[in-house]
C-alpha cells in the first residue's frame, strides 16, 4: 500500500551516514535548499554509467541530474530511486548524492505520486511533529 510504501521510505535515511537533517523535499523546493542535505524520490529517466549520473523526474515532474559518488548499478530507467544527498546549485537542478535506494517496480507499481507529494508537503506544513534524524541522533 502507498503508507507501507512511505513508511519504508521513511526509515531507509541511516543517521550514521551523514551529518545533519535531511529533509524530504519534492524537487519543486530544491532551489530554495541550495547546499542543504535533502532525500529527495523521482523516477530514473536516464542513465549516465560513464560519469556515474542518472537524470530523475521527480514526484512533482522536476527534471533533476543526481551525480552518484560511487559507480552503483541501477536497475533501470524508469524505475523509482529514493536519493539522498546535497543541492549543488542554486537552480535545484543537481544534487550530489551521498547514497541512493533502487525501489523495485513491484514495490512502486501502483505508488501514487500525488499522495506522496501530499505527504511531503504535510510534513513541511507541520515540521514540529515530524522528526528529522541529526548527526547528534547518531552518537546517541
Known amino acids: 500500500t502507498v503508507i507501507e510504501i512511505f513508511s519504508n521510505f521513511m526509515n531507509v535515511m541511516d543517521p550514521s551516514r551523514s551529518s545533519g537533517a535531511r529533509y524530504r523535499v519534492t524537487g519543486s ?4 535548499l541550495a547546499g542543504r542535505l535533502v532525500c529527495l524520490l523521482g523516477r530514473v529517466r536516464a542513465i549516465k554509467q ?5 537524470t530523475l523526474i ?7 541530474e543526481v551525480d552518484l559518488m560511487e559507480k552503483l548499478p541501477i536497475s533501470g530507467e524508469g524505475n523509482f530511486i529514493e536519493d539522498e544527498g546535497r543541492v549543488r546549485d542554486d537552480r535545484g537542478t543537481r544534487v550530489e548524492g551521498a547514497r541512493y535506494v533502487d525501489l523495485p517496480r513491484d514495490a512502486t507499481a501502483n505508488f501514487d505520486q500525488e499522495l506522496y507529494n501530499k505527504a511531503v508537503q504535510f510534513t513541511a506544513n507541520y515540521e514540529q511533529f515530524y522528526i528529522q534524524s541529526t548527526s547528534a541522533d547518531a552518537a546517541s
Open 29 to 32: 523546493v530544491l532551489p530554495n
Open 58 to 64: 521527480t514526484t512533482d515532474n522536476v527534471e533533476v
Open 50 to 54: 560513464g560519469v556515474m549520473q542518472v
